[in-house]
């Protein structure tokens, strides 16, 4: 498996993430209602897309942004990655989601500061679609998990002509007006929990090296509904859903590359510096100069002044080469200690 599978606008290199999350509320509406597996969501994909299977984003390429407190802190994220990416712009956004109560096919996104069914403190999707629609990304990927996300593909749907907007792939976790489930046994949501089991360790079998958006939501969609979960729908424009991006976990190649990575033979150990440092040849001279002194002291008992000198001095040489040939024996057979930072003496 090579990358040239991978279509160029999937390459990590020039690709762009925003994992949007509003696990936490602070308007009374929303009392008792957290969504503590938004939080797990963001977490969870956003490990996920940072590992080379299935994608490869550089962290500063992955942005996590948990509990925005505006629409515009959240637009903003989006339009700032937009404008840097050259390749696939993968947005994704779980939280809260309401209808218009005048127009059902209006959904609103919310943030930590939105009222339930208020929708001057919430986001209006069309404005996430805008910024969509109008970023450089020449590939746009939008995942929704919320309660009438697919109200998304009826607005996506409804825009006059194609070339505004061409290379947008839309996957949300409901149909329209339906809600979402919050809950999983794994602690994510149920629609996610799914995607990242099909992006991740599961993958699409029978598919190839690579996998589109459209298989991974296909894939995604027979999971959910082998578990009796609600369907998610999906909507592309263009060839967005159809491009190899994301490494499939299920192909042999993936495997096969996995357990190389796994069995690759460790570095061999670094060569030791064969010289002895100044602590070495100070500690040396020192033990011998001691030796001698000891050996004088001694002789002097029973011998000359004379005598004694010329006795230490021997001693001393006799322990000087021997601290040395010690140290070449070491030295020669691997074991010579060098001290970090210090210097040496060839």
Same mark, same amino acid.
């Given at each position: 498996?090579?990358?040239?599978?991978?279509?160029?606008?999937?390459?990590?290199?020039?690709?762009?993430?925003?994992?949007?999350?509003?696990?936490?509320?602070?308007?009374?509406? #929303?009392?008792?209602?957290?969504?503590?597996?938004?939080?797990?969501?963001?977490?969870?994909?956003?490990?996920?897309?940072?590992?080379?299977?299935?994608?490869?984003?550089?962290?500063?390429?992955?942005?996590?942004?948990?509990?925005?407190?505006?629409?515009?802190?959240?637009?903003?994220?989006?339009?700032?990655?937009?404008?840097?990416?050259?390749? $696939?712009?993968?947005? #994704?956004?779980?939280?809260?989601?309401?209808?218009?109560? $005048?127009?059902?096919?209006?959904?609103?996104?919310?943030?930590?500061?939105?009222?339930?069914?208020?929708? =001057?403190?919430?986001?209006?999707?069309?404005?996430?679609?805008?910024?969509?629609?109008?970023?450089? +990304?020449?590939?746009?990927?939008?995942?929704?998990?919320?309660?009438? +996300?697919?109200?998304?593909?009826?607005?996506?749907?409804?825009?006059?002509? !194609?070339?505004?907007?061409?290379?947008?792939?839309?996957?949300?976790?409901?149909?329209?007006?339906? =809600?979402?489930?919050?809950?999983?046994?794994?602690?994510?949501?149920?629609?996610?929990?799914?995607?990242?089991?099909?992006?991740?360790?599961?993958?699409?079998?029978?598919?190839?090296?690579?996998?589109?958006?459209?298989?991974? +939501?296909?894939?995604? !969609?027979?999971?959910?509904?082998?578990?009796?979960?609600?369907?998610?729908?999906?909507?592309?424009?263009? #060839?967005?859903?159809?491009?190899?991006?994301?490494?499939? #976990?299920?192909?042999?190649?993936?495997? =096969?590359?996995?357990?190389?990575?796994?069995?690759?033979?460790?570095?061999?150990?670094?060569?030791?510096?064969?010289?002895?440092?100044?602590?070495?040849?100070?500690?040396?001279?020192?033990?011998?100069?001691?030796?001698?002194? =000891?050996?004088?002291?001694?002789?002097?008992?029973?011998?000359?002044?004379?005598?004694?000198?010329?006795?230490?001095?021997?001693?001393?040489?006799?322990?000087?080469?021997?601290?040395?040939?010690?140290?070449?024996?070491? $030295?020669?057979?691997?074991?010579?200690?060098?001290?970090?930072?210090?210097?040496?003496?060839?």
């Amino acid at each position: 498996m090579t990358n040239a599978d991978r279509h160029p606008v999937g390459d990590p290199a020039v690709s762009h993430a925003v994992l949007i999350g509003t696990a936490t509320y602070r308007h009374p509406s #929303y009392r008792g209602r957290n969504l503590p597996g938004v939080s797990a969501n963001v977490a969870k994909l956003g490990s996920m897309l940072r590992q080379d299977v299935p994608w490869g984003l550089a962290p500063v390429r992955c942005l996590a942004v948990m509990n925005p407190t505006s629409a515009d802190e959240i637009l903003t994220a989006i339009e700032s990655a937009g404008t840097q990416c050259r390749g $696939t712009l993968f947005v #994704y956004y779980a939280g809260h989601g309401f209808c218009s109560s $005048t127009n059902p096919d209006e959904l609103y996104l919310t943030h930590s500061g939105s009222a339930e069914d208020r929708q =001057a403190t919430a986001l209006e999707y069309r404005h996430l679609r805008d910024a969509l629609i109008h970023c450089g +990304a020449p590939n746009k990927i939008l995942v929704l998990d919320c309660c009438y +996300a697919g109200n998304a593909t009826r607005t996506m749907g409804s825009l006059n002509g !194609h070339l505004a907007i061409e290379g947008t792939f839309v996957l949300a976790a409901t149909g329209p007006n339906r =809600a979402a489930r919050a809950d999983s046994a794994t602690g994510l949501t149920a629609f996610t929990n799914e995607l990242v089991g099909v992006l991740g360790k599961d993958g699409v079998p029978g598919a190839g090296p690579f996998v589109s958006i459209e298989e991974v +939501a296909a894939r995604t !969609h027979e999971r959910l509904e082998a578990s009796g979960l609600p369907l998610p729908t999906r909507q592309a424009h263009g #060839y967005a859903g159809r491009r190899p991006i994301f490494k499939n #976990y299920a192909h042999p190649a993936t495997i =096969a590359g996995l357990l190389d990575s796994l069995t690759e033979p460790e570095s061999p150990p670094a060569a030791r510096d064969p010289r002895l440092t100044l602590p070495h040849l100070a500690w040396g001279l020192l033990w011998s100069l001691a030796i001698g002194v =000891a050996c004088a002291t001694i002789t002097r008992s029973g011998h000359s002044e004379v005598w004694a000198l010329r006795a230490g001095i021997v001693t001393s040489l006799l322990a000087c080469a021997a601290f040395f040939a010690t140290g070449a024996w070491l $030295t020669r057979t691997g074991r010579q200690p060098t001290a970090t930072g210090s210097r040496t003496i060839s």
